[in-house]
C-alpha cells in the first residue's frame, strides 16, 4: 500500500539536520590541519572558491534532486534515467561502508569522554590508547578478539542511534537535531574561548592563519580545498538528496543550502581557531614549534588532546568532556544522516515499513561495525576510510555531475524547478559550475590519487591489505550498486 512520504515539521528542523550531517568530526579534527598544511590563512581562497563552484552548487542540486523526485538516491536518480539507478546504490553503499566506522569513532568519544572526568588515559597518552584501550596488537592480520572497552560504548551509540531512527523523520531526525545542535554550537563557543585565553595561544593562531600565498600555485592545494568542501558537506553521499525528499512542496531550495553551506564553514573556522589555539599551549608547554606538534583526525583527538588536556592549568575534566562531548554530539547527527539515506533508499525501493528498514540496515551495518571494535579494528578503518574517501565519494561524485549534467542534460529542468520554489534565483553560475569546473577538477583530483597511489603504498600497510581491504571496498561499492539496482521495483514509484 501506498503510504504517504514522511515529512520534515518545519523548515528551521529541516534547516537544523541539514547542518547536523554537514557538521561532524570533520569539521573539528580535519579542517585545522587541512588548512593549515595547505597554505595556512590562503586557503582561505581556494576554499572559497570550491565552495562557490562545487559546493554549494552540489549541495543545491542534491536538494532538487531529492525533492522534485520526492525520492531517495536511488529512486531519484532512477527518475532521472532508469538504467542509472545503480549510481544511488553506488553512493548508498560508500555511505554503508562510512557509517560502520563511523559508529565505532562515535563509540571511542564516548569512552573519552568517560575518560576525561579526572584524565584516566595517565601520562603516556599514545600507549593508553593503542594498547590499554584498543588492544592493537603486533601483526596487522591479527585481529586478536573484541574488545569490551571498545564494545561497550559502540553498543550505546548503536542503541542511540537505532532509538532516533525507529521515531522517523520528524519525531526522531529533526526532534534529535534541535536539541544536539545549539547545545554543540555552546559547547564549541566554551571550546574556543578556553583556547584562545591559554598561554601559546597565538603562537597556534599565527601559525594556523599565516597566509602563504605560493601554495595558490600548487595543485595538490586545489584538490585539498574540493575534497575538503565535498566531505565537510556530506555531498555525494545520497544523504541531502533523501533529506530533501521529505521537504513539503512548497519549500525553499537555495536559500537553504547557501545557509546550510555558510552555518557548517563558520563551525569549521571557530573549530579550527579553537584547536590551533590549544595546540600552541602545547608547543609553548613542551618548548617546540607547533609545526611539531599539529596533527589531525584519530591522533589529533584521541593521543594528541588528551596530553593537551593534562597540562591544563585548571578545570581540564571540564575541557575534556566539553571537546569529546563536542565529538561524540557532532558525529552523532551525521551518523543518523548517513543511516537515514540508505534506509530511505531501501524503503523506496522494496517497499518495507520504517521499522523493517531500521531493522535491516542498522543490523547489517552494527555486525559490520564490530570488526572495527578488535583489537587490529583500528588499522583496517584507516584502510577503509582512506580508499573510500578517495575512489568512492569523489568517483561517485564525478559520476554524478556527468549524469546530470551531460549523459542526462538536467540542468535546465532542475534549475526551473529550483527558482519555481526558492526564495533565491539560481543563474547559470550554477549550469557552469556544475557542467564544466566541478567535472574538470573532481576528474583532476582522481587522476592525481590514482597516480599517488601508485607512486607509493599507503601507510606502512602490508600491500595485501591495501589490495584485499581498500581495493575491495572500493570495487565491492560500484558491485554492490550494480547488483542492489537489479531486483524488480516494488516500493513508491518513481516519477518523472
Ligand atoms: N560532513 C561530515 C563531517 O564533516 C562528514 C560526514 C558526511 C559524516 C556524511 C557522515 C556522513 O564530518
Ligand atoms: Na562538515
Known amino acids: 500500500m501506498e503510504q504517504a512520504r514522511e515529512q520534515w515539521g518545519t523548515r528551521v528542523g529541516f534547516l537544523l539536520a541539514a547542518i547536523g550531517s554537514a557538521i561532524g568530526l570533520g569539521n573539528i579534527w580535519r579542517y585545522p590541519y587541512v588548512a593549515y598544511e595547505n597554505g595556512g590563512g590562503a586557503f582561505l581562497i581556494p576554499y572559497f572558491i570550491a565552495l562557490a563552484t562545487a559546493g554549494i552548487p552540489i549541495l543545491i542540486l542534491e536538494y532538487a534532486l531529492g525533492h522534485s523526485t520526492r525520492g531517495s538516491g536511488p529512486k531519484a536518480y532512477r527518475s532521472i534515467r532508469e538504467r542509472w539507478e545503480w549510481l544511488g546504490w553506488w553512493q548508498l553503499a560508500v555511505s554503508f561502508v562510512i557509517a560502520t566506522y563511523y559508529m565505532v569513532i562515535l563509540g571511542w568519544a564516548l569512552s573519552y569522554t568517560y575518560f576525561a572526568i579526572g584524565t584516566q588515559w595517565g601520562e603516556d597518552t599514545d600507549a593508553f590508547f593503542f594498547e590499554s584501550y584498543l588492544g592493537v596488537g603486533e601483526e596487522f592480520w591479527s585481529l586478536g578478539g573484541i574488545q569490551l572497552s571498545v564494545l561497550v560504548p559502540v553498543l550505546i551509540m548503536w542503541a542511540a542511534v537505532y532509538f532516533v531512527l525507529l521515531r522517523g523523520v520528524r519525531r526522531g531526525i529533526e526532534l534529535a537535531s534541535r536539541i544536539l545542535m545549539p547545545?554543540?554550537?555552546?559547547?564549541?563557543?566554551?571550546?574556543?574561548?578556553?583556547?584562545?585565553?591559554?598561554?601559546?595561544?597565538?603562537?597556534?593562531?599565527?601559525?594556523?592563519?599565516?597566509?602563504?600565498?605560493?601554495?595558490?600555485?600548487?595543485?595538490?592545494?586545489?584538490?585539498?580545498?574540493?575534497?575538503?568542501?565535498?566531505?565537510?558537506?556530506?555531498?555525494?553521499?545520497?544523504?541531502?538528496?533523501?533529506?530533501?525528499?521529505?521537504?513539503?512542496?512548497?519549500?525553499?531550495?537555495?536559500?537553504?543550502?547557501?545557509?546550510?553551506?555558510?552555518?557548517?564553514?563558520?563551525?569549521?573556522?571557530?573549530?579550527?581557531?579553537?584547536?590551533?589555539?590549544?595546540?600552541?599551549?602545547?608547543?609553548?608547554?613542551?618548548?617546540?614549534?607547533?609545526?611539531?606538534?599539529?596533527?589531525?583526525?584519530?591522533?589529533?583527538?584521541?593521543?594528541?588532546?588528551?596530553?593537551?588536556?593534562?597540562?591544563?592549568?585548571?578545570?581540564?575534566?571540564?575541557?575534556?568532556?566539553?571537546?569529546?562531548?563536542?565529538?561524540?554530539?557532532?558525529?552523532?547527527t551525521s551518523a543518523i544522516s548517513i543511516l537515514e539515506a540508505i534506509i530511505s533508499g531501501v524503503r523506496d525501493k522494496f517497499g518495507l515499513s520504517r521499522t523493517g528498514a531500521v531493522n535491516l540496515v542498522c543490523g547489517a551495518a552494527f555486525l559490520v561495525s564490530l570488526i572495527y571494535t578488535t583489537g587490529g579494528g583500528i588499522g583496517f578503518l584507516d584502510i577503509v576510510d582512506h580508499f573510500i574517501n578517495n575512489y568512492g565519494l569523489v568517483l561517485s561524485g564525478l559520476v554524478q555531475v556527468l549524469l546530470v549534467g551531460w549523459i542526462a542534460r538536467e540542468l535546465p529542468r532542475l534549475r526551473d524547478h529550483i527558482n519555481r520554489v526558492s526564495d533565491v534565483y539560481v543563474g547559470a553560475w550554477w549550469t557552469i559550475s556544475l557542467r564544466f569546473i566541478t567535472p574538470l577538477i573532481l576528474g583532476a583530483a582522481t587522476a592525481y590519487n590514482i597516480y599517488e597511489e601508485l607512486s607509493a603504498a599507503y601507510g606502512d600497510y602490508p600491500v595485501s591489505a591495501l589490495l584485499t581491504l581498500g581495493g575491495g571496498v572500493a570495487l565491492g561499492a560500484v558491485i554492490i550498486g550494480f547488483v542492489l539496482s537489479m531486483p524488480r521495483w516494488r516500493g513508491t514509484e518513481t516519477t518523472g
Open 183 to 332: 547545545v554543540l554550537v555552546i559547547m564549541l563557543i566554551a571550546i574556543v574561548i578556553r583556547g584562545v585565553t591559554l598561554p601559546g595561544a597565538a603562537e597556534g593562531l599565527n601559525v594556523l592563519l599565516t597566509p602563504d600565498f605560493s601554495a595558490l600555485l600548487d595543485g595538490t592545494v586545489w584538490i585539498a580545498a574540493y575534497g575538503q568542501v565535498f566531505f565537510t558537506l556530506s555531498i555525494a553521499f545520497a544523504i541531502m538528496i533523501a533529506y530533501s525528499s521529505y521537504l513539503p512542496r512548497r519549500t525553499d531550495l537555495s536559500n537553504n543550502g547557501f545557509i546550510a553551506a555558510l552555518s557548517n564553514c563558520s563551525f569549521e573556522f571557530l573549530a579550527a581557531l579553537g584547536v590551533f589555539a590549544v595546540l600552541g599551549f602545547l608547543a609553548v608547554q613542551q618548548n617546540v614549534a607547533v609545526d611539531e606538534v599539529a596533527t589531525s583526525g584519530i591522533g589529533l583527538a584521541f593521543i594528541a588532546f588528551p596530553s593537551i588536556i593534562n597540562q591544563f592549568p585548571a578545570l581540564n575534566s571540564l575541557f575534556g568532556v566539553l571537546f569529546y562531548g563536542s565529538l561524540v554530539f557532532a558525529g552523532f
